[in-house]
């Protein structure tokens, strides 16, 4: 059994569209397909468009009103397709996220699932029925909750797990996983095989990829992810946890350069403890932490900056960063990683003001207006192109 997740880009047009059916036509597995609202902000039925609906003067709507209107997108995709599919001769059955069994929480606009009743599922599936359902919400005890930001790549993920799927395919309109973001360099190349770390690294420094809470739950269930391109044929980039055909094969340590701006660089002088406790009840996300005697300094979004300046009146907050990162599981234990990092920046005139790594990654903070140029020239360090 396969899950087949469609996105909203996959589904903004006719041409999307029927190449998505045409997708689900040629699965060699039965398919359970998930799909998301059709189109991006702008396209009538859009999440965000649905949104600005009633974001009127500033007028506070309940949350509970919010998601049961976020939640339409989705129903309305998954009716299109299921008719499409029928259309052709198949039978399907569009479902909401509550009718295919996903319970979650309860905490409107970012609940989280709490289970799956596989039973209406497999009765589809039994009956040779493709299930088609609406990603990004599910249900407490009678109402629709939405799954917050990724949301249908969650549902694609817990549907997988729970169906024990041999593998959950997230469509979209790129060829897979590029080596880095195209727009900052021309020369990103598609990478055939990602481990799950080396994926969960780039969706958390800045790469746009599939959600990293849909990552860890197939990881745990050690189910693969593929990547794909709706309107293309291609084998895109797969996502497991084996090295068998993977970058390793090749030595290659770096596999990803991932970059993020709008960056602001927080330093003061006071206790560390009072610090974060304060930052973390103004529910703000920091990074590149460093504490010393002397000092604590960490960054943050600069949308955040008045924010923490409230909250931390003695900070100095200096806008104008970004962060630059290279991932990739073959570094574990290698020496020379950062070598080459600091050398190829340095080359280029680029200082870092930070550092921060894991086992997977090494990340630098440069200034913003570098950012490109960063990329450029790791990616060629590390003979990604």
Known sequence: MLIMKFGGSSLATDLARKAALER????????????????????????????????????????????????????????????ALRSKGLKAKALTGAQAGIATDGKYGNATV??????????????EIIPVVAGFQGDFEGEFTTLGRGGSDTTAAVLGKALAAEEVQIFTDVDGILTTDPS????????????????????????????????????????????????????????????????????QVVTSIAAIGARSLVELKSDPEQVFSKVAKASVSVDLINVSLESISFT???????????????????????????????????????ARVVGALAKNGIRITRTADSHTSISCLIEEANLEKAVGALHDAFLLS
Do not use: W
């Open 300 to 338: 943050i979004e600069t949308s955040e900056t008045d924010l923490v300046a409230h909250v931390l009146p003695e900070a100095t907050i200096t806008p104008g960063f970004g962060k630059v990162s290279v991932i990739g599981a073959g570094m574990r234990g290698v020496p020379g990683v950062m």
């Open 114 to 127: 709490t289970g799956v009743d596989v039973r209406p599922l497999k009765k589809l599936l039994d009956d």
């Open 184 to 251: 900052l360099n021309k020369k990103a190349k598609i990478l055939p095989f990602l481990t799950y770390q080396e994926v969960l690294e780039m969706a958390h420094l800045g790469a746009k990829v599939i959600h990293p809470k849909a990552v860890e739950i197939l990881e745990e269930a050690q189910i693969p992810i593929r990547i794909l391109n709706t309107l293309k044929p291609g084998p895109g980039t797969l996502v497991a946890s084996t090295i068998q055909g993977n970058n390793l094969k090749n030595k």
């Open 24 to 83: 689900i036509l040629q699965a060699k597995l039965t398919p359970v397909v998930v799909v998301s609202a059709m189109g991006r902000r702008g396209s009538p039925y859009a999440t965000d468009s649905l949104r600005e609906l009633v974001l009127i003067d500033d007028q506070e709507i309940p949350k509970r009103d919010l998601d049961l209107l976020m939640a339409c997108g989705e129903i309305i995709a998954a009716v299109v397709i299921a008719q």
